[in-house]
């Protein structure tokens, strides 16, 4: 399978983003499917997710703030993200089944 994302972009603190993920080759269905991100010279960080029970989970510094979701229709995830802080700052990743996209680069300015 193969995962393009779009929507990342420069954007000003307390501005939003909705980042989407579309996948091609395969059906996502309702497989597990997560946004990571990352930082120069930091590991990669799991974000959020979606368990293929349709849970979403978050990490605790962006619950209340990002929502992940999906539409099984268009073959696609997002990420919903609100009330950006400058340390949101980052390259941030789809990834299902096993795959993972080429990367968006977010950047929140004060």
């Known amino acids: 399978v193969q995962l393009q994302a779009s929507g990342g972009g420069l954007v000003q603190t307390g501005g939003s983003l909705r980042l989407s993920c579309t996948a091609s080759?395969?059906?996502?269905?309702?497989?597990?499917v997560a946004w990571y991100r990352q930082v120069p010279g930091k590991e990669r960080e799991w974000v959020a997710g979606?368990?293929?029970?349709?849970?979403?989970n978050y990490v605790d510094s962006v619950k209340g703030r990002f929502t992940i979701s999906r539409d099984i229709a268009k073959n696609t995830m997002y990420l919903q993200m609100n009330s950006l802080t400058i340390e949101d700052t980052a390259t941030y990743y789809c990834?299902?089944?096993?795959?993972w996209g080429q990367g968006t680069q977010v950047t929140v300015s004060s």
């Open positions: 979606i368990a293929s029970d349709r849970s979403p």
């Open positions: 990834r299902a089944l096993g795959s």
């Open positions: 080759g395969r059906r996502l269905g309702v497989s597990a």
